[in-house]
């Protein structure tokens, strides 16, 4: 087909750390961005593209860091404007936005890099060393969102770690599959060793052969959590066709952008009536499947946000993949490596490499985004060939798919547990009332807590007394 000059394209994906970036240990965020950064336009062929690059976007990492945009930029030579994505906006935004400005005519090239150095900072700290300050600055165009990460109820009843609300969800997926607790620990286990498989694979991958059975006893152990202590980094370099034939980009770099959704809707976990579904990302794939006439189970590579297996297990039921099967390419999060907000570009390099590699007429790979609490998700879809872009915000359709219900932290009655897990340091519980709201809390009933790791609580009776309750 004849392409539009302002088509938008990928042309460079990299993927580093220290090691392979041939750094000197400690490495800075700052260091393995600028060395992803150069990598990146190494693998378009075109290392001079990088002074074409008019906007240089960087999510907010570990430690906060006023503009890393603007020290990438100006190492590399990018007469560009640089953006910080905060905490909060999907990894996929920067992206998406770059798309949507490179088509318009508003920007010719763009780079979109993450890095985190938690590993290093971490061991010059247990040495009594100062790990070294981050150069201050003030990004051109600070990125931010309003959506609600956790509701009030949740706050107040100190459920504020991501392995407290993943647990929960797993646990309602679990009885609305009619799995016991130790069922799910074993579909659970099997796939976390086939991610382990893959990630076997991976030269990059910082955490193979760590975990052992014993340590995925139970939902949620250290093996089941994405791991930040690593020193990784990610670049994507993207423009627009004629800038890609002007900087002598080969042509068999180039991948396309298929299907770029984003999805404006952001709900907190309590206040979504079924907590064992996302309707969002369902939305999202539906969506792109109707745009590419392929369902995503036919789609050749997918890499799903993997923070935590009830994120990968929700996504395989909405997405219509077969739960028995293995939708990661890098190995994901716990054994990859999960950097604290900029692991979809390791796996967008990863899908990248298996979409340029594979012998399929019309290749389609997808990375799926997860920010929060499956509170805000994103889909992109990339192919080797070109093709029309879908480039929308599917937020009133995940909207209408998605009922909600009241939520409070106090209540004085019965109630019908909804989702429950138990932590070393306390046992929460969500549970409906008869009203139709939902109740956030904890437990000091040591019965209720067994209850959770043998039989399962969701579904059973409860008596609410303010911000705690019992068994009834």
């Not at 906007?55 to 930029?73: I, K, L, M, N, Q």
Request: proline share 7%.
């Amino acid at each position: 087909m004849a392409l539009d000059p302002r088509t938008p394209v990928l042309v460079g994906v990299a993927a580093v750390d220290a090691a392979s970036a041939g750094l000197a240990d400690p490495v800075t965020p700052e260091q393995l961005m600028v060395a992803a950064a150069r990598a990146a336009a190494d693998d378009a062929g075109a290392p001079d593209l990088l002074r074409r690059v008019g906007w240089v976007a960087v999510p907010e990492g570990s430690e906060p860091v006023d503009d890393p945009g603007r020290t990438v930029a100006d190492v590399v030579g990018a007469p560009a404007r640089t953006a910080l994505v905060h905490v909060g906006v999907t990894q996929h935004a920067p992206v998406h936005l770059a798309l949507e400005r490179i088509r318009a005519g508003q920007l010719d090239a763009a780079l979109v890099v993450g890095g985190e150095t938690r590993a290093s900072r971490s061991r010059v700290r247990r040495a009594g060393g100062e790990f070294p300050l981050p150069p201050t600055g003030t990004p051109d165009e600070p990125l931010r969102t309003d959506a609600e990460l956790m509701a009030q109820p949740e706050i107040d009843a100190g459920m504020w770690a991501a392995v407290e609300h993943y647990a929960c969800i797993e646990a309602a997926l679990s009885h609305a599959e009619g799995r016991t607790p130790a069922q799910t620990v074993a579909e659970v286990d099997a796939l976390w060793s086939r991610f382990e498989d893959v990630a076997r694979t991976n030269p990059l991958a910082a955490f193979v052969g760590n975990r052992n059975d014993d340590q995925l006893a139970h939902p949620y152990a250290k093996w089941h959590s994405t791991q930040w202590n690593v020193d990784q980094a990610a670049a994507v370099l993207l423009c627009s066709v004629e800038t890609a034939r002007a900087a002598g980009v080969p042509e068999d770099r180039w991948v396309f952008p298929r299907a770029s959704l984003s999805c404006s809707l952001g709900l907190s976990l309590s206040r979504r009536a079924e907590l064992h579904r996302w309707p969002t990302m369902q939305v999202l794939g539906q969506t792109a499947a109707a745009h590419l006439g392929r369902l995503p189970s036919d789609w050749d590579a997918v890499d799903l946000y993997s923070c935590f297996p009830a994120a990968v297990r929700v996504q395989q039921r909405e997405l219509g993949l077969d739960p028995g099967g293995t939708p990661t390419v890098t190995g994901g999060m716990a054994f990859a490596g999960g950097p604290f907000n900029n692991y979809t570009y390791l796996s967008t390099a990863a899908v990248v490499g298996a979409l340029r590699s594979s012998a399929a007429d019309d290749p389609l790979g997808a990375v799926t985004t997860v920010s929060g609490l499956l509170t805000r998700g994103a889909l992109a879809v990339w192919s080797t060939r070109p093709g029309d872009l879908l480039h929308d915000d599917v937020g009133p359709a995940a909207q209408a798919a998605t009922p909600t219900v009241p939520v409070t932290g106090e209540h004085r009655g019965q109630a019908t547990v909804a989702t429950a897990t138990v932590t070393p340091f306390r046992t929460y519980v969500l549970a409906d009332l008869a009203d139709g709201t939902r109740w956030v809390g904890t437990s000091e009933d040591a019965a209720l807590a067994g209850r959770v790791t043998t039989t399962g609580l969701v579904g059973a009776p409860v008596v609410v007394d303010g911000n705690l309750c019992s068994l009834a």
